[in-house]
């Protein structure tokens, strides 16, 4: 159990080292998953320097050199290691679903989710970076959700008809919000409600980049919202659009207000990360969330 455990937030901490490669190799012109763009040893950004393998331990060699280059001093990115540790503990997911690692079920759910985490990491990254979502993350992200569609066999199913790894999501009868969900409608036919949760974000964002004149979201914010929409369906996906724009604006303000002359024009902030961020808090916290909300109205 203990080896399971510590070799999967190892190989997680070890994947989180090759995200950050790609996350900061990438550029639109060369793309993601380029081989050329992808291979070749790390140098340090700042004096060009070829990393030795002790420079290339995930999270510890940040520490130990203290954040800085062994060579140059440079300052190293703060993405190193939390990029890293983040992917360990999504790495962990099993063991949040299930308890424990069993073979039969928990391999499907475990992979999809912890490939929609990876990709959220990525979309956090790079969106943070260069204000732009790569479509190659949107078009995962909804091809994921289609699998999910086809073979996660929860939409509207009892709980107590399934097996003990699946429970936790019988519970939510394919979504998020639980019994909540029953009140936004849709819960027919999971074909339906998720491509509709897709259409619903695509016109959602398209008005907002129609009213704002493409000042507040963009088209990767679009692509994203639809790719979420096929993968959590609805009403899911308005939860995510909500508190995704809501968190994202108030920061928005907060930089305005707290340092424009330092930011200048940089004050726009990329809605990418909150809408992901969302969509991790409706993984984790949908129901609860949304039982806090009807409590503190009186519904
Ligand atoms: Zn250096």
Not at 89 to 116: C, M
Not at 133 to 145: A, H, S, V
Not at 250 to 263: K, N
Not at 281 to 299: D, P
Request: proline share 3%; aromatic share 18%.
């Amino acid at each position: 159990m203990f080896v399971i455990f510590f070799f999967l937030f190892i190989l997680g901490l070890i994947v989180g080292s090759f995200l950050n490669v790609v996350s900061l190799r990438y550029s639109p012109e060369k793309g993601l998953f380029n081989f050329h763009n992808l291979s070749g040893r790390s140098r340090c950004l700042h004096c060009g320097k070829t990393l030795r393998w002790h420079e290339l331990i995930p999270v510890f060699s940040f520490l130990i050199q203290k954040g800085q280059c062994r060579s140059c001093g440079a300052k190293l990115n703060w993405q190193y290691p939390l990029v890293e540790l983040a992917s360990g503990f999504v790495f962990l997911l099993p063991f949040y679903l299930f308890g424990h690692f069993t073979f039969h079920f928990s391999l499907f759910t475990s992979v999809v989710w912890i490939s929609v985490f990876l990709i959220f990491l990525l979309i956090w990254t790079i969106d943070y970076r260069l204000y732009l979502i790569p479509d190659g993350l949107n078009i995962g992200l909804g091809i994921i959700g289609i699998f999910w569609i086809l073979f996660s066999g929860v939409y509207g199913s009892d709980s107590a008809f399934l097996p003990p790894g699946l429970s936790r999501f019988g519970e939510f009868q394919g979504s998020f919000f639980g019994s909540y969900a029953g009140l936004f409608g849709l819960r027919q036919n999971i074909w339906i409600n998720h491509f509709a949760a897709a259409l619903i974000g695509i016109s959602i964002v398209g008005l907002v980049i129609l009213l704002t004149k493409g000042k507040g979201m963009g088209m990767g914010d679009l692509k994203l919202l639809a790719a979420l929409g096929l993968l959590y369906g609805w009403p899911d996906v308005l939860f995510i659009f909500i508190i995704g724009t809501t968190v994202g604006a108030s920061a928005s303000v907060a930089l305005m207000l707290g340092s424009a002359r330092r930011w200048g024009m940089k004050s726009q902030i990329p809605f990418g990360p909150f809408l992901t961020l969302a969509a991790v808090l409706a993984f984790f916290f949908g129901e609860q969330i949304l039982r806090g909300y009807f409590n503190f109205f009186g519904i």
